[in-house]
């Protein structure tokens, strides 16, 4: 597969100094609208695939992807500048739940291929708003820091190496599909995180490329603390050897719960900008997310007003209509300066 054009645009590092950029909602919020069965997500080319592949959200830039284009169309339309990408579980270890190892070069690159021609579009039709692609890299769901298993605490269900060789495989994809900047999100371990990130940078040096890194971590609870026990200044320092283009938080929390954990990693991020894209507040006991665009709006505003942000958007539960008030408010306000 041939790697596809970019559009020239400015430098998304310039671009941050000047204005807030606003990051997308959620990709399988809008996906469950669609309501696909079975037999969609396999489309004609897996419909006789011996595993059941409903929930497989990733494998849809592939047996749905006009609706995959229509989702990154929807965010665009609603004010977003950046993409991500539809490759949360686009690695090896994640896609076996699947038994579609093979398959995650090819996801990776059509996933990317597509928030590329979207963001094509978009660019082409309001050039002084030029639209962005982040290839999301998901967490897996392994830890390579703690044992799944309480009787054996030595036990890993997944090592350094065979974490950094997945990304690869995925970075790859990522890149020759055409993403801009690469978003190491969701991060509940570091040290899978790491992985990531020495993935990235063995990529960028093989290839003799540059490419812009985000660094998302999670907040799980009311500790304030990621999974694996750090706080959010231990988790920065852990990072920071790498050069980043940003660092922040989403998911697991809403805005007014994370707004602390923003504020504490800001302080210490002296080169890097800052990111946050919440929850559209906490799930109900049915595990869907009842704040509506205008709440959330009005759980968004300190970040803007208090200068807490470079990057602001929105984690599981939001959609375009969530998106279009955060794009409004970080319209009006300045960024936070480095």
């Known amino acids: 597969m041939a790697k596809v054009f970019i559009m020239d645009q400015p430098s998304i590092s310039e671009l941050l100094?000047?204005?807030?950029?606003?990051?997308?909602?959620?990709?399988?919020?809008?996906?469950?609208?669609?309501?696909?069965?079975?037999?969609?997500?396999?489309?004609?080319?897996?419909k006789d695939y011996s595993q059941p592949l409903q929930g497989n959200n990733d494998l849809l830039s592939i047996t749905q992807p006009e609706a995959i284009l229509d989702i990154h169309r929807k965010y665009f339309e609603a004010g977003a500048d950046i993409a991500e990408t539809n490759t949360f579980s686009s690695t090896s270890i994640a896609?076996?739940?699947?038994?579609?190892?093979?398959?995650?070069?090819?996801?990776?690159?059509?996933?990317?291929?597509?928030?590329?021609?979207?963001?094509d579009e978009f660019s082409a039709k309001n050039p002084d708003k030029p639209r962005?692609?982040?290839?999301?890299?998901?967490?897996?769901?392994?830890?390579?820091?703690?044992?799944?298993?309480?009787?054996?605490?030595?036990?890993r269900a997944v090592h350094f190496d065979e974490l950094k060789e997945a990304y690869l495989e995925q970075i790859k994809g990522l890149i020759d599909g055409g993403a801009d900047l690469l978003l190491v999100e969701t991060v509940f371990d570091t040290l899978n995180a790491k992985a990531a990130l020495f993935a990235i940078e063995e990529y960028k040096e093989a290839n003799s490329i540059d490419i812009p890194i985000m660094v998302s971590g999670t907040i799980t609870d009311a500790s304030g603390r990621t999974l694996s026990g750090q706080t959010a200044e231990a988790?920065?320092?852990?990072?920071?050897?790498?050069?980043?283009?940003?660092?922040?938080?989403?998911?697991?929390?809403?805005?007014?719960?994370?707004?602390?954990?923003?504020?504490?990693?800001?302080?210490?991020?002296?080169d890097q900008f800052v990111s946050a894209h919440p929850n559209a507040g906490l799930p109900n006991e049915f595990g869907q997310y009842d704040q509506s665009p205008e709440e959330m709006?009005?759980?968004?505003?300190?970040?803007?007003?208090?200068?807490?942000?470079?990057?602001?958007?929105?984690c599981c539960g939001t959609t375009p209509d969530h998106i279009k008030v955060i794009a409004d408010l970080a319209a009006q306000s300045k960024p936070r300066k480095l």
Do not use: W
């Not at 790498?242 to 697991?252: D, K, Q």
């Open 17 to 46: 100094k000047s204005r807030i950029l606003v990051l997308d909602g959620a990709m399988g919020t809008m996906i469950q609208r669609h309501k696909f069965s079975e037999e969609d997500y396999r489309g004609e080319r897996f």
């Open 297 to 314: 709006g009005e759980l968004i505003k300190p970040f803007l007003e208090e200068g807490l942000v470079n990057i602001i958007g929105g």
């Open 132 to 155: 962005y692609v982040a290839g999301s890299m998901g967490p897996t769901n392994r830890t390579a820091s703690m044992s799944p298993d309480v009787n054996d605490p030595g036990y």
């Open 95 to 119: 896609m076996a739940d699947y038994a579609m190892e093979d398959l995650v070069y090819e996801l990776n690159f059509a996933s990317a291929r597509l928030a590329r021609q979207a963001a």
């Open 235 to 270: 988790f920065f320092i852990s990072i920071s050897h790498i050069p980043l283009l940003s660092v922040g938080f989403n998911c697991a929390l809403g805005a007014d719960q994370l707004r602390p954990y923003v504020q504490r990693i800001g302080s210490i991020a002296a």
